[in-house]
Every structure is written in C-alpha cells, then in structure tokens.
C-alpha cells in the first residue's frame, strides 16, 4: 500500500499534504470532491458512486489513491491493471473501465490505466494533481509495468471545433499554439500523446473527444 507525506507550498507558505490509498470512510468526500471538480456541463452520471468506489477498493486498492492537505481531502486519483496494443490504441472510457467499475481490472496487466483524476477547485494552485501523478508513476516503476496510460479530455476544443479537427486541435495544443487545462496539465506531468479517440466520453466540451496518451517505465525492459 502507498504512503507519502511532504510539503506542498501555499503562495510562498509550506502546507502539509498526505498522498495515501482511499477507504471506505473517505467515500462521501469523494463524491463531494467529484462534484466540486466536475460542474454541468459534465455529466452528473459520471460522478462516482458507492458501488464504484467500493470497487475501487476491493478490486484494486493500490490503484485508489487520494491526497490530503493539512488533514482535509484534497482530491483523488484511481487506476486498474489492463493490457494495452499500441497498434490497436482505440478504445473508449466506458471499455477501459467498464463504466468506471473496473470489474475488468487484470491482475496481470503491464499498463495502469488512468480510470480518474481530480482535485478541488480551491487547492489545485497546489499542484497536487502533479503530485497524484507521480505516485502512480512509482506504482508503475515499483510493479515493474510497461506503461501508465489513459485519456485526457480536452475541454477548451469546443471553443475551435467550428475550424480544427480534434486532430489539429491536439497538435496545437503540443505545439505551444494553444492551451488546454488538462491536455496542458498531462503534458507537464510528463505525458506523451498516443492518438485522439473519437466517442472516448460523454463530454460536451471535449465534444467526445480524448487524446490518449501515455508515460513508459523508463525502467521496463
């Protein structure tokens, strides 16, 4: 199980954060959080629920992550085991995850699948979604995996979709022409991008779209 306490910096003040595995007593300030960080238009039917969280931690509890600050819930982060072919990348959330139950976690899969990540509004000038994605890169360092992998939503396309393609939208966004909050956010984090997948989730700013994209164990031969 996974256990990390350091010091993120408020402004220019040191703060106290914890990054540990979720139980079942964090499960209300989880869907809170899931609440708080996914407003309308995002589908309310892709909050977490109790079953899903229960799932999280039965199947899977070193996947089910959740960092605190100063003692408070702070945000979480939630992967599950599959195997992945880079020359059949194509795939939706729901398939991945099976709609974020991860009843299809393989114990024996090379690549942590990114099912979930989100931080409070109020702390995520904390950097703490950096911090979150770093712990499961030493998951897939300590566990000796291919790969992490998952797909980023691109909220900002909806505002150019009248004359990019979400292909042309993606590419700009890697060429420093645009910005995108989580697109950005994954590509400082480290990630790399695999392919955009069309009907990825129900995301009206995304339009549907995602850009899969990837972080290899450096490690992994």
């Known amino acids: ?18 990054i540990r595995n979720y139980g079942k007593s964090d499960f209300p300030e989880l869907i809170a959080i899931q609440k708080e960080s996914f407003p309308p238009p995002f589908s309310s039917d892709l909050w977490w629920n109790e079953q899903q969280l229960a799932n999280h931690v039965a ?8 960092i605190e600050v100063e ?6 982060m939630t992967a599950l085991l599959t195997d992945f072919d880079p020359a059949h990348p194509e795939h939706t959330w729901q398939e991945a995850t099976d709609n974020g139950s991860i009843r299809n976690h393989k114990p024996g899969g090379t690549t942590l699948y990114i099912v979930d990540i ?8 904390l950097k703490l979604g950096q911090l979150l994605m770093q712990a499961m890169y030493e998951q897939v360092v300590h566990n000796g995996l291919e790969r992490l992998l998952g797909g980023g939503r691109m909220p900002g396309y909806h505002n150019f979709s009248d004359k990019l393609t979400a292909e042309q939208y993606a590419e700009q966004v890697i060429a420093g022409k645009l910005k995108d909050p989580v697109i950005s ?3 400082r984090c480290g990630r790399t991008p695999v392919t955009v997948a069309a009907n990825y ?3 009206e700013e995304s339009e549907n779209y995602a850009l899969l994209m990837e972080w290899k164990n450096p490690f992994h031969q």
């Open 1 to 18: 199980m996974y256990n990390k306490k350091q010091y993120v910096f408020d402004n220019e003040k040191p703060v106290k954060a914890e």
């Open 59 to 66: 199947l899977y509890p070193q996947g089910a992550l959740c």
């Open 71 to 76: 003692g408070e819930m702070a945000g979480s």
């Open 118 to 125: 989100c931080v409070r509004p109020k702390y995520r000038s």
């Open 185 to 187: 956010f994954l590509l």
């Open 201 to 203: 989730v129900e995301d």
